[in-house]
């Protein structure tokens, strides 16, 4: 179980990372289409994210009464379907104020460094009592792994399309 978590964050860092690199920090602030996130809310919305669960998994925690994997399919499901719209907590909404991108790179680094670490200690299956995932309640630490991994997965894609539809946009001008 280890490893594999551990895999699981490995990828989505480099994965969300080498998306990042498809920005320069002369179009991370730029806003693709009306509504959207820029590339640099998106990273700066995954960081708040990932820097509350390894807040969270990092905190006290009690043992679990339940199957410690119980939610993990739904999260996957849930968040891995690109045709449900979702809207974000209030926590963990990006600024409109001008990102940095080596900033918001070298942040985002540790922090998913820090979700390896945690990935691979010995109470995975305990479940962390600081906070509770709307409509769901306390999590396991395994769930709140593999949410940041699932969470992260869906947000590289739409960096993408951001990246993608910049260069078009680019290309059309």
Partial sequence: MKNNLQNIIVTA????LKALDLFGQDNINAVPFE?????????EHILKSVS???ETVNAS???TERNPEEH???L?????NMDIKMKSPDFIIPSDSPKDKSFLQASL???FDGIE???GEDNLTETCTTFEMPTLGLLTRIEWIQFAGFHTRRHTRQLKNIADYLKKAEIEL
């Fill in 117 to 119: 670490e945690a990935a």
């Fill in 76 to 80: 996957g499901e849930i968040f891995l």
């Fill in 35 to 43: 509504g959207s996130w820029t590339g640099g809310q998106v990273a």
């Fill in 61 to 63: 925690s009690k043992p």
């Fill in 109 to 111: 680094a540790k922090t």
């Fill in 52 to 54: 509350g669960i390894l």
């Fill in 72 to 74: 993990v399919k739904m």
């Fill in 13 to 16: 860092k480099q994965e969300f």
